[in-house]
């Protein structure tokens, strides 16, 4: 490229630049304060005799964005005709980056004749090289996302185009009548070919989708009239080819729909008067055909996808013309299809010429011309329309019921039902189920041996077979898959393990063929053997000569002793004791445990008399879980994995009962990993009754306050430890009291020398009293008094020290047995000692 000098544009210049490039792209801003402060900066520098819009750098024009420091070719005045779009420019000593070329910028330029994109440059937009009549070359840098609209459309004599690796869509009209391109490559990550893309390019013969190509999308008229376009291999990835995709490319022979394509929108093959031959990739994705898809073409023979549902639907503009206008000799429609309406006086085969069409579903018809062979379901809409029309009719039902039984000596025997009374078979086997099948032979009727099926597991499928009248093999639809179903191969399910009764046992057996269940007696016997005594079990199932199976299998099960079941888990004085329901048969019963946590353990072995076992080996606070196996004549049962489970709470060790004022006081010792403990009171021989309950393994006392008034009544008290559920034992006799209330005391008084009187209120429950007293307030070194009768009621106290005070409680008792029971000590009195 020539450089030239830097220069400044005069206001006549601008006009001229302006009104070649307006409407101009201009770059999006912050805000409209910024865009004018952009233009003040630019008018600062512009000559004092005229204004400008923007500098030219080596005759391109550009549009500067300082926010972003960015700038958009907008024109091109200079002389060069193959030009390069440069990278970026610099205006008032700053350097920006060119990122896109305007709407329009090169319009109707009839002297480039290439433009080569530096990179950095990611849009062009709408028009911008339209009608550059001169233009032969273009090559994009791989930066470039985007085109807009009919970005290169009339450029006439555009030969050679080399498009960015980054761009995701071919735009609408980008190529429109470049009648001069022979050859487009497009980019892998094209994922649309938009409307007219390539529109009247008459010279195109070439369009190139590599395997790795992302295309999903042919668009609207994309290849209109590029008549010299012959084949084309579309992109793996086409999803749709959209109406009139490819309409009047007179030059296509041939065409391959990939198997993702859903859907064939109408006209989209219209006038594609060489196209002989169509081909759709399997399993196609195939769902619609349009109207007129295949209008005027050539094609003689045509067999249309399995899952293609509808031909031309009803909101199509006009029906009967999907195939018409071609000299078809045989069609092939598919058992999916559920809707067409490409039938009629104009219809796709309706002339009169010998033709055969083979319907695979049962769908309304009309008339196909004369001369028609049709192959279709018995007693279908196809059969009916067939005897409406007067064409002759073939069934093409798949046989039903086919049975393959190994016959030994490497035969095999196949038999299925009739479809009809004299029909032709053919038989068809493979080594693999989904595998490829080939014919192996014919028959009348509806039996054949094989008798080269040796010792090789085959699949077979049988269809009716006709010879139309091109010399062809018209085939009917295929039986299900048969094989010889030998229960060797079968699966038995486990029969679980069985108690031991005595008897003989005969548990049900469940047996499957490739996730069928059989049924007993229609598809097998069972037989059993050694299924009395402990130990295994033979069963045999053999499959019945009146079925499809053949051969036997074997399996068994265990009968053993019955694992017993731990009826309950309870804490004790001296452990954890367990019981269990006795079962036939034992000999020995083995205990199991395990700590929180831990794994199982056998702990003892106990003779079959046994029902229950106490672990005096555990500790307190600690959960265990037990279980149980029998044992029998070697064998031994299973034990129970998730057992019974119980914390062990060992018994509190009860101290003293005491009575207080406000009632009676039960001490014990704390127990290991209790949560709180349980108190319990009775009288006499009387059950125990719940009296409270207090928490905290550390609560070793409780009052009972309820029995406070109950002055000469003998109780007795237990208490039990608990944590949750689990609950521990209590002291089966408990500790014994009997409620004393203290006597009400006086005050004493000093009546004599040395001496004090002291009076108390009778206690008609008690035996007798004691008298206390001390010069101390705590008591120490106090001195008692015994007093034997309840009925005495003063006590004069003598020897004391003079000018002394002295301190007086009391309190009553009352012997039972051995044992003495006290009340509590009255408040004291004092007085001092005077005389």
Known sequence: MKRRKRKKVTAMGLAVVMAATVPMQVFATEGVEENTQVNEQVNEQADVTGSAVGEQTEGFSFQFDATTGTAAVTGYTGVDTAIVIPAQTVKGG????????????????????????EGGIKNIGNSAFEHCDSLQKVELCDSIESMGEGVFSGCSQLKEVRLSAGLKQISNRAFSGCKNLKEIQIPDAV????????????????????????CKKIGSQAFVRCTA????MLSPLTERINEKAFYECSNISSIVIPRRVSYIGEQAFENCTSLSELQFETPSA?????????????????????????????????????????????????????????????????????????IKSNIRINSFGKNTEIYGLLNSQVQ????NYGYSFFPIDAPSGLKVKDMNNNTVKLSWNAVTAVAKYKILRS???????????????????DKTAGNTKHYYKVCLTYTDWLGETVDGLESNVGYVKDLKEAVIDKIPDADYTGGAVTPGVTVRYKGKVLKSGQDYTVSYKNNVNLGTAKVTVTALSSSEYCGMKETGFLIKVKTPTVTNVENTASGTNIKWGKVIGAEQYYIYRKAENGKWSKIATVGSSKDSYCDTSVHSGTRYSYSVAAYANGWTSPYDASGKTLRYLAQPALNSVENVSSGATIKWKKVKGAAGYRIYRKKGSSAWQYVAAVSGENTKTYTDKKVKSKNGETYFYTVCAYNGNDKGTYHRTGKKIIRLTAPALNNPVNKAAKKLEVKWKKNNKAAGYQVQYSTSKKFSGAKT???????????????????????????????????TYYSNWSSKKSKKITK
């Open 286 to 358: 195939l769902k619609q055909i349009g109207n007129s898809a295949f209008c005027n073409c050539n094609l003689r023979k045509v067999e249309l996808p399995e899952g293609l549902e509808e031909i031309a639907p009803e909101q199509a503009t006009w029906t009967g013309r999907t195939f018409f206008n071609n000299p078809i000799q045989k069609l092939v429609l598919p058992r999916t299809l559920k809707y067409i309406t490409a039938f009629g006086t104009t219809g796709i085969v309706s002339n009169d010429e010998q033709k055969v069409v083979v």
């Open 384 to 387: 009916q329309g067939a005897q």
């Open 785 to 819: 008094l015994n007093i034997k009768s309840k009925n005495t009621t003063k006590k004069t106290i003598s020897k004391l020290k003079k000018n002394k005070k002295y301190y007086i409680r009391i309190r009553s008792y009352k012997k039972s047995g051995k044992t």
């Open 191 to 214: 994922e649309l070919i938009n409307s007219w893309s390539f529109n009247n390019c008459t010279s195109l013969e070439k369009v190139v989708f590599s395997n790795s190509s992302m």
């Open 94 to 117: 700053i350097t920006y980056k060119v990122t896109s070329v305007a709407e329009r910028a090169f319009y109707n330029n009839d002297s480039i004749i290439s433009v080569i994109f």
């Open 229 to 232: 376009l012959k084949n084309i």
């Open 431 to 449: 080594s693999a189920e989904n595998g490829v099948y080939q014919e192996i032979g014919q028959v009348q009727g509806t039996e054949y041996i």
